[in-house]
């Protein structure tokens, strides 16, 4: 099948990224049980001080454009999966912050294998320079 036909049409994606993305996110769900915001959302908190910082909600919704709601609804799935923790902050119970447990990433890890190696199979894609940073996502300031 050719990748610039969607299933069961005869019409190209409106976009070439589309495709793209949607075998990441079906790959991520199989592979590792994550939605592609659930990988963005571990790859932000990777890359806060190599996942040891604290990341505010505000700024993970900021980060990523979502609203509060679905943030919050997002952190919960992945608290109870033992992903990532919350806590309030010190001195302003206000603040809620998020940070990675080690199953979390360790998980980040896993699927940015899986993202990196299908990502480098697609057509003009370029590799990043320096490679993956040892699982982190490149370009991202979280603090």
């Not at 505000?58 to 509060?68: D, I, Q, V």
């Not at 309030?88 to 809620?96: E, F, N, P, S």
């Not at 982190?136 to 979280?142: N, Q």
Request: proline content about 7%; glycine content about 14%; aromatic content about 2%.
């Amino acid at each position: 099948m050719n990748d610039s036909v969607p299933p069961g049409t005869d019409r190209p994606w409106p976009s070439p990224i589309l495709p793209v993305l949607g075998r990441l996110h079906g790959e991520l769900r199989v592979r590792h049980g994550l939605t592609l915001l659930g990988y963005l959302v571990l790859g932000a908190l990777a890359e806060a001080a190599a996942g040891e910082a604290p990341v505010s909600v505000a700024r993970l919704t900021a980060l990523l454009g979502e609203s509060g709601t679905r943030m919050s609804a997002l952190l919960g799935d992945l608290q109870r999966a033992g992903l990532v923790e919350r806590e309030r902050r010190a001195g302003d119970r206000r603040t809620v912050e998020v940070t990675l447990t080690d199953a979390g990433r360790a998980r980040f890890a896993e699927a940015e294998r899986t993202a990196q190696a299908l990502l480098g199979r697609q057509p003009g894609a370029r590799p990043r320079p320096g490679g993956a940073r040892g699982g982190r996502a490149a370009g991202w300031a979280c603090r």
